[in-house]
């Protein structure tokens, strides 16, 4: 490595570094949500950063915590008015929600969660999304699904 590139590196290093610091100075402290029904959990259900609200991944729980029964379409249904109680809650709408996360306990029912999913956004609002597969989920669900909004 010459002089010259090793000099532009620790240049472009120390720009990194006040860029980074100039960042976390302006950052507004979190909002961490708490839960207001259903059995206590460890973790919060959001968390509201520099203008995001990050949601931790909701499953297709009733107010008792317990999956609701019937398979991907009742419990993808049931994990986005989770979802959208709590973007409302927190003063948001699924109009604002920019990116999901959708894990799936089995690939094949891909499909079949999105006959549901379509439903609850509108054709020009909706969010970026990455869908995988999981060897298992909490409480064996079938779907759980996290979002971010603004």
């Known amino acids: 490595m010459t002089f010259i590139t090793r000099s532009l590196l620790r240049r472009a290093a120390r720009m990194s570094c006040v860029v980074l610091l100039t960042a976390c100075a302006s950052a507004q402290?979190?909002?961490?949500?708490?839960?207001?029904?259903?059995?206590?959990?460890?973790?919060?259900?959001?968390?509201?950063v520099n203008g995001f609200l990050f949601l931790s991944g909701q499953l297709g729980t009733d107010s008792t915590g317990a999956v609701v029964p019937g398979g991907i379409q009742p419990e993808t249904r049931q994990t986005l008015e989770n979802i959208r109680a709590?973007?409302?809650?927190?003063?948001?709408?699924?109009?604002?929600?920019?990116?999901?996360?959708?894990?799936?306990?089995d690939m094949r029912e891909w499909a079949a969660m999105n006959e549901v999913y379509v439903t609850f956004f509108a054709p020009d609002k909706r969010p970026a999304r990455s869908a995988m597969g999981a060897s298992g989920l909490a409480f064996n669900a079938r779907v759980e699904i996290e979002c971010i909004t603004t």
């Not at 206590?40 to 509201?48: L, N, Q």
């Not at 709590?86 to 306990?105: E, H, I, N, P, W």
């Open 29 to 48: 402290p979190a909002t961490f949500l708490t839960t207001t029904s259903g059995p206590a959990r460890p973790f919060s259900p959001a968390v509201r």
């Open 86 to 105: 709590l973007v409302q809650r927190s003063g948001s709408s699924m109009d604002r929600v920019v990116k999901c996360t959708v894990f799936l306990a």
